[in-house]
């Protein structure tokens, strides 16, 4: 990316209509967050044909990929939140410098998360939540979920860096491709070739691997800062920079791959099928909030780009507007869920009366606070992308961590499997209070114009 290409788009950034433009982002974020989500359901779908403790082994490996998202958020998002304030500041430099360390730090961290998994896959597999009926579907599942690391969290930090610099269109074209290759090559390994949960695992580490090439590919087109060797600058500031945008992602998926390993083992109380129904139900209701993860992803380019030219008017614009946009949307599709929750177990084990009953009562649950994070969710990209890592990281602690594990314990001791079934609504009621003052306390910082304040004590003097 030249300095012409900067200020081009810092010009459409902070004068373009603020609602046209977030949806003009949030198009591709939204297609790439609700393809990537169902092709984490297409492994369950079809996996679902070879038996209820088959479905389960890939239930307990779905934790294994919320660390490894964990991680390619962190650089992505750390990386991508500093870029996309310099880029408003036209302060290409640092910019470059950034997306280059956040890209190569996340193949390094994907590559160590190989060869310390493989060596252990054993006893990662048990403290994921597996029986001894599930262990051996589990550790085929994860041992090419393990070789795929490196490519799983270079291609999300690449997204998030492209979707930053307001190009989220290569970066739909790469995670799409990735997600229609597996969709297309998992019967082909599942059923033709018969290899089973292995073949599921295979699918997906190849179609990582496409992703993760043309997203590559992506950083090198016009409009987009080029990911260079030379520009790689493993330094402590540019780290404290990274981490202060990507923790709060950190936090958020890696508590999330927590709580889902406390619910493995809690329900594995009640058998495989209370296993294989938690499961399904978590990747359905994953496919509820990727679209309005989608929608914050259109959000933060917006944010950053006005939040660092001190537009902070636009910035408020487009808060609210998300805000409305994502709590109607869930609203519509949580009464669509609701109706249909048992034909949506269904689809993925129509042949277990236990797993749909399970699993259409904890469906329902859920989406009855799930609207709720439509607010919560927008909130945390806020704070996210303006730099306020201390109130994201909060937030983002606080539903899966602060509140959901003391409730999956305290009322599954008390209710048995209705209190794991119940923990996660309430969690989420008591997050959606949790952020209101939140809210309130930056919306008059940056009224007074102290918000700034945060984003503007690093200068990053990196040569």
């Known amino acids: 990316m030249d300095d012409r290409a900067v200020d081009e788009k810092f010009v459409k950034m902070t004068t373009a209509p603020v609602r046209g433009l977030v949806l003009s982002l949030a198009v591709p974020t939204t297609a790439i967050m609700l393809i990537s989500a169902l092709y984490n359901m297409a492994d369950t779908f079809f996996v679902g044909s070879l038996g209820t403790s088959a479905t389960a082994g890939v239930g307990v490996s779905f934790p294994l990929m919320a660390i490894i998202q964990a991680m390619g958020f962190f650089f992505g998002q750390g990386a991508g939140n500093y870029v996309s304030r310099q880029l408003g500041a036209q302060q290409l430099d640092k910019a470059s410098r950034m997306a280059a360390t956040g890209f190569f730090s996340s193949l390094a961290a994907g590559a160590l998360l190989t060869a310390t998994g493989i060596l252990g ?98 950083c090198g087109r016009k409009g987009a800062i080029r990911i260079r060797v030379s520009d790689f600058s493993p330094m402590l500031p540019l780290y404290k920079e990274m981490a202060r945008g990507g923790i709060p992602s950190l936090f958020r998926q890696g508590l999330a791959s927590v709580a889902t390993v406390c619910t493995n083992r809690l329900a594995g109380s009640y058998g495989d099928a209370a296993i294989a129904a938690m ?149 989420d009621v008591v997050t959606f209070a949790l952020s209101i003052p939140l809210h309130v306390r930056f919306m008059r910082e940056m009224g007074s114009g102290k918000a700034s304040a945060a984003t503007d004590d690093l200068s990053l003097h990196v040569h």
């Open 121 to 218: 896959i054993g006893g990662l597999a048990k403290a994921l939540g597996a029986t001894d009926t599930i262990l051996p579907y589990a550790k085929e599942y994860l041992f090419f979920i393990l070789l795929a690391a490196p490519f799983m969290t270079g291609s999300l930090t690449l997204n998030s860096l492209l979707r930053f610099q307001g190009s989220a269109f290569y970066g739909m074209v790469g995670m799409i491709s990735g997600a229609v290759a597996n969709i297309v090559l998992d019967p082909i390994f599942i059923y033709y070739l018969g290899m089973g949960v292995g073949g599921a695992a295979l699918a997906t580490m190849i179609s990582q691997f496409i992703g993760f090439c043309l997203l590559l590919a992506g």
């Open 279 to 427: 499961s399904i139900v978590t990747r359905v209701v994953m496919f509820a909030n990727s679209a309005m993860l989608g929608l914050g992803q259109g959000f933060q380019p917006v944010c950053g780009f006005n939040y660092g030219a001190k537009r902070y008017d636009r910035v408020k614009e487009a808060f609210w507007f998300c805000v409305k946009f994502s709590v109607l949307g869930l609203m519509a599709f949580c009464a669509l869920a609701w109706v249909f929750a048992p034909e949506v177990i269904a689809v993925f084990r129509a042949d277990d009366a236990e797993v749909i009953r399970i699993g259409a009562f904890s469906l329902r649950l859920q989406f009855l606070a799930a609207p709720l994070m439509g607010w919560v969710i927008i909130n945390n990209m806020l704070f996210q992308t303006t730099g306020k890592s201390l109130s994201a990281s909060i937030l983002a602690i606080a539903r899966q961590g602060l509140f959901l594990l003391p409730l999956l314990f305290a009322m599954s001791r008390a209710l048995g499997l209705l209190g794991i079934q119940i923990s996660q609504p309430l969690a």
